[in-house]
């Protein structure tokens, strides 16, 4: 079964600094697909970027870009600039693209703060 | 832009009461999921639904769980007979691919059971 952990249970970054949160998982297939997802205090489930595991280049949204490193099995998400309003929990998840596992795997989660 | 709606967005009921938690997923997407969030702990997968069937269920999704698509827009989770261990955030979710392009959540439903 794939497993996706995340091993920082909490962040924290000063406003318009840089901060990178960890995720790694575990599968044996080759082919799926990667997400970051932002849950606010309003707890609702927001994506921020995706990463298919077929494209070497990594993925950027804006101020948000993630570092894949396949072989490692290592995904992390970057945030440039930091903003109050990034200040969420951060879910990394997992999804094979074949076959017929249709579910998001979901890590623990790392609890960003951003300090003023 | 499109987005997942979901009611109520706050549920309290009795130990042992049925529920319904409502969505209505995006309109041209075609598969539709329910996860759930138990306070504090991490988001896992209930079930998954595309043309009017199961597609894949967790070992969450027990007897007492069931899904319905009744008029084509509303996507409804009905749990029969409520446990306290019932007590989470319940999203729904839908896509237009099957995950491609990245589940589009709701705001979720917290279901209080007392």
């Known amino acids: 079964a794939q497993t996706v952990t995340q091993s920082q249970p909490e962040m924290s970054v000063q406003e318009a600094e840089t901060v990178t949160l960890s995720c790694t998982y575990d599968?044996?297939?080759?082919?799926?697909?990667l997400f970051w997802y932002k849950q606010p205090p309003s707890r609702q489930m927001i994506l921020v970027i995706r990463?298919?595991?077929?494209?070497?280049q990594n993925a950027t949204e804006n101020r948000f870009s993630v570092n894949f490193q396949k072989a490692a099995k290592s995904f992390s998400l970057k945030i440039s600039d930091s903003q109050l309003g990034d200040a969420a929990m951060y879910f990394c998840a997992y999804i094979d693209s074949g076959g017929s596992n249709y579910k998001l795997t979901f890590g623990k989660g790392t609890l960003l703060t951003v300090n003023p | 832009e499109p987005e997942v709606t979901q009611t109520p967005s706050h549920q309290v009921t009795q130990m042992g009461q049925e529920v319904i938690l409502r969505c209505v997923p995006i309109?041209?997407?075609?598969?539709f999921y329910w996860y759930r969030q138990i306070l504090g702990q991490k988001v896992e997968f209930l079930v998954s639904?595309?043309?009017?069937?199961?597609?894949?269920k967790s070992e969450i999704f027990d007897d007492q769980f069931s899904v319905e698509r009744p008029d084509g827009s509303n996507f409804t989770l009905k749990i029969r007979s409520t446990k306290l261990e019932d007590s989470a955030m319940y999203f729904c979710?839908?896509?237009?691919?099957?995950?491609?392009?990245?589940?589009?959540f709701g705001n979720g439903t917290r279901l209080t059971v007392t």
């Open positions: 639904f595309y043309n009017n069937e199961i597609s894949e």
């Open positions: 309109s041209n997407h075609l598969y």
């Open positions: 990463q298919e595991a077929y494209k070497q």
């Open positions: 599968t044996s297939e080759s082919d799926y697909y």
């Open positions: 979710a839908s896509s237009e691919a099957r995950q491609l392009g990245g589940l589009h």
